[in-house]
């Protein structure tokens, strides 16, 4: 079996995360979340929403980080999860984590094209993007590393920017405390509802970290490098989203944010240059992350193919780029057909609930790791998986439905798989 090459740094694979996170997530999710808390909620519950989802992201990245310096392969948890609990459960992690992702793709796609097309050209704009960050997949890992250090560089860039024009208009940080339901906060089981909804839709933003681990036969000393660098990206993303949901309602509050599909965009509407920078970022970030789930994808694939829950011709590896380069292309294939055809919603919500099935089993198979194994306190892996649930069940009904009968459809065709040989 030819292997991939060791080819990253803790740098490279820190910033890769980064690219990961920091992509269409910052620019899109504040406003479906501030809705999801609007009706009984303040601007301070859309707060508590971003803590929540952070915590269950760093109950998720501790189990992440502590599997991947026990098995530094690729795959990610679909490896942990066959190796802590067995093939079934390895199975639904990888299934959820290539449906999930292969639909973040598409979402990131249109995302960039919403951004940066021409309008009524946003689908044909979306299909080449894929194709052309699947080119530089293609030709290597290290070439994936050197584009996403340029995207998260201009990212950071335009949201520094954006930061200081919006604060320097019209600001109050008494807005933050503003809302409908102010008097009472959350407003009762409703509001708390409504919250966990609003971190569930957040969670999307920070699910990047996956990536890290999907790599972990590509990186140099994957035993630390791969841990240091998924918190290391955690903290840094949780950092700028921060600093955005602040800036955000301080600027429009609550309602505002909740009331616009571009609250960045809307909280610098007064200075047109700023504008033109938030939409190129936005179109930047967004690149950033499908060429990190492109990555990510293609190399849980090629793990899953090894193991023939997929297709043995998807575990190819390219004889000179050493990267997974059947995998990659039957995935571009099927996201520029997704694109051409779902809306950006609907490849969210889909999206949502393949991660956190992934997760939780990543959860569950970090808790059964020995002590010589554990690098981080088991109440961790307790609070991931609490989340995970939490937050899956409160997603749109419609998602979670969507979600439940993809997941049935992949169970039922390992099943047929799988019969014939016990037979």
Sequence with gaps: MTTLARRLTTTDAVVIGLSSMIGAGVFAAFGPAAQAVLPAGTGAALLVALGLAAVVAYGNATSSAQLAAQYPTS??????????????????AGWGFVVGKTASCAAMALTFAAYAAPPGLERPV??????????????GVT??????????????LALAVWTAVALAGESAWSRVADGPGAAGFLGGPAGWYGVLQAAGLLFFAFAGYARIATLGEEVRDPQHTVPRAIVGALGGAVVVYGVVALTLLAVLGLAGVAGTTAPLAEAVAGTPWAGVVVRVGAATASLGALLALVAGVGRTTLAMAREGDLPRWLSAVHPRFRVPHRAEAALAVVVVALVLTVDLRGAIGFSSFGVLVYYAVANLAAWTQTPEHRRFPRALQAVGLAGCVALCATLPVAA???????????????WARVRPRAA
């Design 400 to 414: 979670v439905l969507a979600g439940a009968g993809a997941l049935a459809v992949g169970l039922l065709v390992r």
């Design 143 to 156: 070439r994936t590393a050197r584009l996403a250090r340029w995207i998260v560089a201009a990212v950071l």
């Design 75 to 92: 795959g990610g948890t679909y490896v942990y999860g066959r190796e802590r609990l067995g093939p079934w459960w390895g199975y639904v």
């Design 126 to 139: 979306a299909a080449l993007a894929v194709v052309a960050l699947a080119a530089v997949n293609y030709r």
